[in-house]
């Protein structure tokens, strides 16, 4: 177990009330936490994996312009943990997590209907600390696999095909 670990605070909810879906990740890392932007990481395929799926001529380079692609989908952004202790950015650092309460925010956002989780971790967190939204008929929630650069083996072909069911 590593020592000196850094205390992470996650970023606000990315929503409007138009949205539809909602994308989780576990916790952003360090790139996205200094950056104060989603995906910020540039080995990160969550931008260019979102402009494709949406069907966009090409990624948007500014961070206002990529919000304002999801938004224009009905796609909100957040992430599963809210506080958590983590050394660098790998989830598998993850300890001492306090989850986000997706409970308050979907009744604030009661036009979600998709939770699509990016990634091992971010699934188990809420599937831990969400268990009665698992089981409500109204959700579908979907667990994806991670556009992280550390998520190798899955090449875009893939993730395209993974993620194509959120739409």
Request: net charge positive; aromatic share 8%; proline share 6%.
């Amino acid at each position: 177990m590593k020592e000196n670990n850094t205390h992470c605070v996650g970023l606000l909810p990315s929503v409007d009330s138009r949205a539809r879906i909602l994308i989780l990740g576990s916790m952003p890392g360090a790139a996205s936490l200094a950056a104060q932007e989603y995906y910020a990481h540039p080995a990160n395929r969550f931008w260019p994996l979102m402009a494709q799926l949406l069907d966009e001529k090409q990624t948007p380079s500014d961070y206002d312009a990529k919000i304002a692609m999801l938004h224009r989908h009905h796609i909100a952004l957040w992430d599963a943990i809210d506080t958590c202790d983590r050394e660098g950015s790998l989830d598998s650092d993850i300890r001492n997590v306090k989850a986000n309460d997706f409970t308050a925010f979907l009744k604030k956002w009661p036009s979600i209907r998709t939770i699509g989780l990016n990634g091992g971790k971010a699934y188990a967190t809420f599937a831990k600390h969400n268990q009665p939204l698992l089981s409500r008929p109204d959700l579908r929630i979907l667990k994806l696999p991670s556009t992280s650069p550390a998520n190798a083996r899955w090449r875009m072909e893939n993730l395209l095909e993974a993620w194509h069911v959120l739409f």
